[in-house]
């Protein structure tokens, strides 16, 4: 088995659950095998998967064939490797639209996109990671090379702290031994920086990445708390540091994506 912090996504298989007796292994395998693939990757070989995932070749041989005849991948003889087939789209944007969140905030972070020329994106968790839901983006002439469907680290980016920032004491300890584990050797700056995010959030009402998550990245995140009990997001903007000077993105950037939030989150309950 590879390494934890080696895996896609910052995870493996938890040995707890796969001893749970109403816990299904061979369906949590098969998405792993999904989970694989990367953003660019065409296409990934039987033991491209098993160095990816840490299972077996033959078992990867099996689950391949399976997601095949069922449509999750598609194989290619002539390269003798697979590609996500369109049900895993379907099921992807059909998840996409089920959130009302990206189309209440969309204009809104279109809004700011604009006003700041930066991007201005939505994103939720992926294990260790952040995924992007929705990407606004204004007219600076460098632009972040992330769309829907990027990931970015959970632990060091301004949407992950600001994420991290918003949960509850309970689900924010055992988060934080998920870290401590993903982490390793860095988990003493990691963890620093993020209750430093965590006391930015509680005083000023957002968490800053200045070259934390990259050295050449610059970023303000705020969180969004469903008033439903639905799952916490995040917003940010950022951009190249050489386009965002920290004293302006505190000072102007910070206070206007957190009204922006604000304003999402009332015309997501009407009040």
């Not at 020329?117 to 632009?143: F, H, K, N, W």
């Amino acid at each position: 088995m590879r390494r934890r912090e080696e895996v896609p996504n910052g995870d493996v298989l938890n040995p707890d659950e796969e001893r749970d007796p109403k816990f299904v292994s061979a369906l949590a395998r098969g998405l792993e095998v999904l989970r694989a693939y990367r953003r660019g990757d065409a296409t990934l070989g039987n033991l491209e998967l098993a160095e990816r995932t840490g299972l077996p070749k033959p078992t990867i041989s099996r689950l391949t064939y399976t997601l095949s005849k069922l449509g999750y991948l598609d194989y290619e003889p002539l390269s003798g490797k697979y590609r996500l087939g369109t049900p895993v789209l379907a099921l992807g944007y059909t998840c996409l639209a089920g959130m009302g969140v990206r189309q209440v905030a969309r204009p809104f972070m279109q809004e700011l996109a604009d006003y700041s020329t930066l991007q201005v994106a939505l994103g939720g968790r992926d294990r260790m990671s952040i995924v992007y839901l929705e990407s606004c983006r204004g007219d600076a002439p460098v632009i972040l090379a992330l769309d829907v469907g990027s990931h970015i680290k959970l632990s060091t980016s301004a949407m992950g702290r600001a994420y991290i920032a918003a949960l509850g004491e309970t689900e924010r300890a055992a988060l934080f031994e998920r870290l401590e584990e993903h982490e390793g050797e860095r988990w003493p700056r990691v963890r620093e920086g993020l209750l430093q995010a965590i006391e930015d959030y509680r005083t000023k009402g957002y968490c800053t990445s200045i070259g934390s998550w990259k050295a050449e990245v610059n970023a303000v995140g705020v969180p969004l708390v469903p008033r439903d009990g639905g799952p916490v997001v995040a917003f940010n903007l950022g951009g190249q540091a050489f386009l965002v000077d920290p004293v302006r993105l505190e000072q102007d950037f910070a206070p206007r994506l957190v009204e922006m939030v604000r304003r999402i989150d009332a015309a997501l309950y009407n009040v």
